[in-house]
């Protein structure tokens, strides 16, 4: 017998927003992709809710009518309490909207939780993609044959519980939900492909000044040229941070090869005021508008692309502080050395960059936002 056990990134808050009571969906809410969406609009992190939906297609193929009661299969007991609980609602048991209700009530309210493992909420809050938030559920919630013991991600390979199935259905019902697909093949951890609601919330704790290090939960760091910015590559995954209390404000599609870059504006502490930006190789966790504080996960790695690049803004000139008129792409700045020279005091420990750069026979860029020592 193999037990395959997948270890879960350390805890801290996704900023998932809270709903209580929660609402019923629409009654047409019958898909993967509606699903997600769905638990997502309760305040499940869109990993968590495709990781529910990944074990309720394996278990049920989302027929609430399926033998051995409903979407999630729950029998006996508990599907007496469940019904119960979803007719006091003003909802028909044996419909999605019904039991999706339920669900969505035992993740975020508690109900019925002498059914399932009490850290259920905590430990899909954690989980960094829906293939391990498929693992928690099913061992959280499930107990099929073959799953781990309650508040793990172990099971036991090639058993009834098939959880390499759940994970990959739950891969799929992310991307349906996103309108996209993206896959989570090569080994390579799937990403959220949709956003949460930006809340109040620190997952890092503020250091000098009241920031802090954005890559501070990014794992696998590889640092590469500072030019307009900072850039480096990481395990696809990995959560990039807000260093500072900001807004997000703005989307920029198609900032380098195609790849988007997040344009923030500094809320607090001695960069009030300023814009910085993460780009390229991410994917936002946040949608536009959302304000964030130190700490908080704004964006994660992703799977392709050419690595990123984090620096400040010109928010009038609508691009980086340091491409000004002379820029080339790799030429070293001004901009790009400041940034860098900041992370270094939030113990980033960016690198020099020598050997990255291009020197530039000028001075390129400007020092429109030296960092106080933080």
Not at 124 to 152: F, I, N
Not at 178 to 206: D, E, K, L, M, N
Not at 271 to 281: I, L, V
Request: charged share 10%.
């Amino acid at each position: 017998m193999v037990i395959v056990a997948v270890v879960l990134f350390g805890a801290g808050d996704n900023c998932a927003s809270t709903s209580s009571p929660v609402s019923a969906p629409s009654a047409e809410t019958a898909t993967a992709g509606q699903m997600v969406s769905y638990f997502e609009s309760q305040g499940i992190p869109p990993t968590a809710a495709a990781g529910i939906v990944g074990n309720l297609q394996q278990e049920s193929g989302l027929n609430p009518t399926s033998a051995g009661y409903g979407l999630a299969q729950w029998g006996g007991g508990w599907w007496t309490s469940a019904a119960a609980w979803i007719t006091s609602h003003g909802q028909e048991p044996s419909t999605a909207a019904g039991q999706l209700l339920y669900i969505a009530a035992n993740v975020e309210d508690g109900i019925d939780e002498r059914y399932f493992y009490p850290g259920l909420k905590d430990q899909l809050d954690a989980a960094s993609s829906p293939q391990q938030a498929a693992l928690v559920w099913m061992d959280d919630y499930e107990q099929c044959s073959g799953a781990g013991p309650r508040g793990t991600t172990m099971f036991v390979d090639g058993s009834l519980c098939d959880a390499e199935n759940r994970e990959n259905y739950a891969i799929e019902a992310l991307a349906a939900a996103a309108g996209a697909g993206r896959a989570g093949t090569g080994g390579a951890v799937a990403v959220p492909v949709s956003f949460v609601t930006g809340t109040a919330c620190a997952a890092v704790a503020a250091g000098p000044g009241g920031y802090a290090n954005p890559f501070a939960q990014a794992t696998g760091i590889s640092w590469e040229r500072t030019d307009q910015g900072v850039d480096a590559a990481m395990n696809v995954g990995s959560p990039l941070l807000a260093f500072a209390p900001s807004r997000y404000v703005q989307q920029v599609p198609d900032f380098y090869a195609g790849e988007p870059a997040m344009i923030f504006k500094v809320l607090a502490g001695p960069e009030a005021g300023d814009y910085w930006y993460w780009s390229e190789q991410i994917t936002p966790t946040i949608s536009v508008g959302a304000t964030v504080q130190t700490g908080q996960q704004v964006a994660v790695y992703a799977p392709s692309g050419t690595a990123i690049e984090i620096g400040w803004w010109a928010i009038d000139a609508g691009r980086p502080l340091g491409g000004v008129e002379g820029y080339s792409e790799g030429y070293s700045t001004l901009s790009g050395a400041d940034f860098r020279d900041m992370l270094q005091q939030l113990g980033a420990n960016p690198g020099s960059g020598a050997g990255f750069s291009i020197p530039h026979p000028l001075t390129i860029g400007n020092q429109d936002y030296p960092p106080p020592p933080y």
